[in-house]
């Protein structure tokens, strides 16, 4: 395996660490959003964006950049702190997520730019992301798709139906990517859906699957270089990672699915330990 | 006004609860919305007749029509969005055309559902349900009338849509009052001109009342709960009455109170009418009440949009 460059993987952890901030900066200030699953996600979409994926900010919709489609669109405010991060918007914009005035919608949407599908109900982008792939094998481009999901989410059937779909077309451009967190909205997961074996669900539906530790981005980027190799069917990353990452009264419940810091207390807390967590970096 | 303020979503779980101790017969189900729609509420109760089936709103209503078929009476709750939308097809083909006893109860609908955005703003329900033959449909105005209608449509046998806002509603009836099925009420009276709503509208309405009444203007306010069937009579009086009647309603204008509003006159009593509401565009993010203001749904655009309206009926 080829090595990575150490200063590279602190600069993506450090990538992280700001959109979690941003993440619940933006939810604060809004009283409104999804903590939870923004920052399980928040390593994933560093890597994504600030690695892996060919994009061009300045021409957002560029024919030939990477495709991603947040499936669990409630991650919204993460994914707008990639996007801004990354030069497709300004940062400032950024406090003006769910406003009236405001193009930063509640879920994403076609108004902002960098992002490639209106999404937030959920069970729907998987689908959507078989639809660009597909073109983008007709087209003969060599761009991928990258498509993130809740595990919640993936109770769908819609998902299911997309999963038999993606391996039937062999799409070896298609990157799903289940955030394993164990928990959805009302509870655990495992208390309201089996979801286990995983792994082997969807080993049997016809897709390269590679289990890691989603908070790792060493192992985010080996998993896309793995995905990459992979020729003649789609992949799938089970990304295992904890709900509320980064803020340990976040970590590991429900509560906060869609909560934002309960008072200015709590608020300052959640900022002061990400502080504490960018300066072991 | 002075108005008290309280949750149709509470006043839903709290009785679901009390039905569940009156009937054994009576079960709940959910798709990973219950703390939200509160039917977590009668889950804690009876977490042996709750069935929480996890993120799938069509499995939910495939498995509702499976137990309403086997005799239970079956209250099965989402947001609006996701229990009339994407599980559309289930509901028509397990429940509506077997007519089973399947309650729709969905919460968050319309505009007022806030921050979330257009993805979770269900402005089409209304329309979508009540195009289904054997489907009832009732929208209540606050939660006095969300407890009588969830009580009534307990005991009548077959398939109802409820829909309920997610925002706390004023009570504008008392606890007393009976819920009078397919019967609209006039809320306020007047000649001038006519207002009907339906949901949280109805107190905007009331208020943009005030407003005109400053501007000359005596306005019939009626709040039409049940939307199908809806009640032919108090429509067609109320054009006689007063010669102009603008509908009002957390929906789009296609499909919703305004469509049915207006089939009624034109097939009965033709005057001019004006649809208010969501005009076929999708909605968008901001807080609920900023939203009514930003759409002239909130009294001073309800007024405005009337006097407008008045200008023109009135020329
Ligand atoms: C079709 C649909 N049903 C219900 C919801 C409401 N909802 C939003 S997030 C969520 C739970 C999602 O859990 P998961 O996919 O595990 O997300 P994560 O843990 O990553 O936040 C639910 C039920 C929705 N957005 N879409
Ligand atoms: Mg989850």
Redesign the interface.
């Known amino acids: 395996m080829s090595s990575i460059d150490p200063e590279k993987v602190k600069e993506l952890k450090r990538i992280a660490n700001d959109i979690r901030v941003w993440s619940i900066k933006m939810i604060y200030r809004a009283q409104s959003g999804h903590p939870g699953g923004a920052l399980s996600a928040a390593d994933i979409l560093a890597v994504l964006y600030f690695h892996e994926m060919r994009v061009d900010p300045k021409n957002p919709e560029w024919p030939d950049r990477d495709r991603f489609v947040l499936s669990k669109g409630h991650a919204s405010a993460a994914y707008y702190a990639a996007l801004a991060m990354r030069g497709f918007f300004p940062e400032e914009d950024l406090l003006t997520f769910r406003d009236v005035n405001s193009y930063l919608q509640g879920h994403p949407s076609l108004m902002v730019p960098g992002v490639d599908m209106c999404t937030g109900s959920l069970g729907q982008g998987l689908s959507a992301g078989i639809g660009m792939a597909l073109a983008g094998k007709m087209d003969k481009k060599d761009y991928r798709v990258y498509v993130l999901l809740g595990d919640g989410e993936i109770e769908e059937g819609n998902v299911w139906e997309a999963a038999m779909t993606a391996a039937t077309r062999k799409l070896d451009n298609l990157v799903a990517i289940v955030d394993r967190n164990k928990i959805q909205l009302d509870d655990f997961t495992d208390r309201m859906v089996e979801l286990d074996p995983l792994e082997e669900k969807w080993r049997g539906f016809g897709w390269r699957v590679i289990s890691i530790n989603g908070h790792d981005v060493t192992q985010i980027i080996r998993a896309l270089d793995e995905a990459r190799k992979t020729k003649g069917r789609p992949t799938v990353i089970i990304a295992h990672t904890v709900k509320g990452k980064g803020v340990s009264y976040m970590e590991n419940t429900a509560k906060y699915h869609g909560k934002p810091p309960q008072n200015e207390e709590e608020y300052e807390r959640a900022l002061k330990e990400l502080e504490e967590e960018r300066r072991k970096i | 006004m002075n108005w008290e303020y309280e949750s149709p979503r509470k006043a839903y779980g709290e009785t679901l609860i009390e039905l569940g101790k009156e009937r054994e017969d009576i079960v709940v189900m ?1 798709a ?5 729609t509160k039917t ?1 509420m009668f889950g804690k109760e009876f977490p042996d007749r709750f069935f ?5 709103e ?2 939910m209503m495939g498995i509702a029509a499976g137990l309403a078929r086997s005799g239970k009476i079956v209250f099965a709750s989402s947001f609006a ?2 229990a009339t ?2 599980a559309y097809d289930q509901v028509r083909q397990s429940i509506a055309y077997p007519k089973l006893n399947v309650k729709i109860v969905a919460t968050h609908g319309g505009v007022t559902v ?7 703003q269900m402005i089409e329900d209304l329309g979508l349900m009540s195009g289904l033959p054997n489907m009832r449909v009732i929208a209540p105005l606050d939660s006095n009338e969300v407890r009588r209608v969830i009580r009534f449509v307990a005991k009548e046998d077959g398939p109802f849509y409820v829909r309920l806002t997610r925002t706390a509603l004023p009570n504008l009836t008392s606890g007393e009052d009976e819920f009078e099925f397919g019967k609209g009420r006039v809320m306020r009276d007047g000649s001038d001109a006519t207002i009907i709503a339906l949901g949280i509208e109805v107190s905007y309405s009331l208020l943009a009342a005030e407003i005109l009444k400053k501007e000359g203007y005596d306005i019939r306010v009626i709040n039409m709960s049940t939307i199908k069937p809806i009640d032919k009579d108090i429509i067609v009086k109320a054009a006689k009455d007063t010669g102009a009647i603008m509908t009002v309603e957390d929906h789009n204008i296609y499909n919703g109170l305004g469509s049915r509003v207006a089939e009624v006159l034109v097939e009965n009593y033709p005057i001019r009418m004006h649809r208010h509401g969501m005009k076929d565009r999708f909605g ?4 609920w009440n ?2 009514l203001e ?1 759409y002239g749904m909130d009294d001073k655009g309800i007024a405005k949009e009337m006097l407008g309206f008045l200008k023109e009926v009135k020329k």
């Open positions: 959910d990973d919305l219950s703390t939200s977590a929480n089936v996890g993120l799938q069509q499995n969005v996701f939308g994407r806030g921050e979330d955005g257009a993805s979770h968008r993010s901001g807080k900023v939203l930003h």
